[in-house]
């Protein structure tokens, strides 16, 4: 094995804690995919000296996960820190867990997660790539030749008109990556073969690849999981905004301009858009203003 199979999951993310909350006021915190998990933060002042932190795990992105983790919280405030480490498993009934009395003299929390077992639907690798056998029969390999695998000729021929052409010329032929292009390469022939996987990380690299090799119905396949997955905080809104912009996934734009919960308007501002994506935008905003006027009438 590799150190690209051997990798151990690991996510971090820094949250600001809201410092001026009202008592009994529940603070939204977007925390966004985490290792395929759409999770969001939730502060809630008991009183005067204590808070209560939950995260709570959007039961869609589950589907029929056990998603088994060590979740790793560190507190910090006024020179304080206190860590707090947890076992917990995702499940469809089980989504949130809950941290009680909190100092509410803390103003961030640092979030590590580390994934040791999930169940049901994603398994790293059904598949060992490293290894040539009569099905894996094409290599795939770094240009300093110190990362390799294995794949199919008839699935990469079925996706791909280039990679098609490629081995129809030559059987033998050898397809040459990047090196640091690997760990996207290993993710696409994850969706490529069998258990067909996909998942948020890298995603971008993926469809680089993708979209390289003319793989159409992999982009297409790709947007449907992205608006399936969807995170609708404002941060992730965009990253997903720029992903159709760039691969031209005008279901993926649509679904975000029209899900009801998107600012529009706060899209647009500060991000630099084709001409294309910002058509989209207006048009919206021009109904919109259209259907309110009606609606005064």
Same mark, same amino acid.
């Given at each position: 094995?590799?150190?690209?199979?051997?990798?151990?999951?690991?996510?971090?993310?820094?949250? %600001?804690?809201?410092?001026?909350?009202?008592?009994?006021?529940?603070? =939204?915190? +977007?925390?966004?995919?985490?290792?395929?998990?759409?999770?969001?933060?939730?502060?809630?002042?008991?009183?005067?000296?204590?808070?209560?932190?939950?995260?709570?795990?959007?039961?869609?992105?589950?589907?029929?996960?056990?998603?088994?983790?060590?979740?790793?919280?560190?507190?910090?405030?006024?020179?304080?820190?206190?860590?707090?480490?947890?076992?917990?498993?995702?499940?469809?009934?089980?989504?949130?867990?809950?941290?009680?009395?909190?100092?509410?003299?803390?103003?961030?929390?640092?979030?590590?997660?580390?994934?040791?077992?999930?169940?049901?639907?994603?398994?790293?690798?059904?598949?060992?790539?490293?290894?040539?056998?009569?099905?894996?029969?094409?290599?795939?390999?770094?240009?300093?030749?110190?990362?390799?695998?294995?794949?199919?000729?008839?699935?990469?021929?079925?996706?791909? +008109?280039?990679?098609?052409?490629?081995?129809?010329?030559?059987?033998?032929?050898?397809?040459?990556?990047?090196? =640091?292009?690997?760990?996207?390469?290993?993710?696409?022939?994850?969706?490529?073969? +069998?258990?067909?996987?996909?998942?948020?990380?890298?995603? =971008?690299?993926?469809?680089?690849?993708?979209?390289?090799?003319?793989?159409?119905?992999?982009?297409?396949?790709?947007?449907?999981?992205?608006?399936?997955?969807?995170?609708?905080?404002?941060?992730?809104?965009?990253?997903?905004?720029?992903?159709?912009?760039?691969? %031209?996934?005008?279901?993926?734009?649509?679904?975000?301009?029209?899900?009801?919960?998107?600012?529009?308007?706060?899209?647009?501002?500060?991000?630099?858009?084709?001409?294309?994506?910002?058509?989209?935008?207006?048009?919206?905003?021009?109904?919109?203003?259209?259907?309110?006027?009606?609606?005064?009438?």
């Amino acid at each position: 094995m590799n150190d690209i199979t051997m990798k151990i999951p690991t996510a971090s993310k820094l949250l %600001k804690l809201p410092e001026d909350s009202k008592v009994g006021e529940e603070v =939204e915190i +977007p925390i966004c995919n985490i290792l395929g998990l759409h999770l969001t933060g939730f502060w809630t002042v008991l009183n005067t000296a204590n808070g209560k932190f939950e995260i709570r795990c959007e039961k869609e992105s589950l589907f029929r996960w056990k998603f088994l983790a060590q979740m790793d919280l560190q507190f910090t405030g006024e020179g304080k820190v206190i860590n707090i480490k947890n076992e917990i498993e995702f499940s469809p009934n089980v989504n949130t867990i809950m941290i009680k009395s909190i100092d509410r003299r803390y103003n961030q929390v640092k979030l590590k997660i580390t994934r040791k077992s999930s169940f049901g639907i994603a398994i790293e690798d059904f598949i060992d790539f490293e290894k040539k056998s009569k099905w894996l029969d094409v290599l795939i390999r770094s240009e300093d030749g110190k990362k390799m695998i294995y794949a199919n000729s008839g699935i990469l021929a079925l996706n791909s +008109p280039i990679l098609k052409q490629k081995l129809e010329n030559n059987k033998l032929a050898e397809i040459i990556m990047p090196f =640091e292009s690997f760990v996207s390469m290993k993710k696409l022939m994850n969706f490529l073969h +069998p258990p067909f996987k996909m998942e948020r990380e890298n995603v =971008e690299q993926v469809l680089d690849l993708a979209s390289k090799w003319e793989m159409k119905s992999v982009i297409t396949k790709y947007e449907q999981f992205l608006i399936k997955t969807r995170c609708h905080c404002q941060r992730s809104s965009i990253q997903d905004v720029k992903l159709a912009e760039k691969f %031209k996934m005008a279901s993926l734009l649509e679904e975000i301009i029209n899900d009801g919960e998107t600012d529009v308007f706060a899209l647009l501002d500060g991000n630099d858009y084709s001409s294309w994506t910002r058509a989209a935008m207006f048009e919206f905003i021009v109904n919109d203003e259209d259907e309110n006027t009606i609606h005064e009438n």
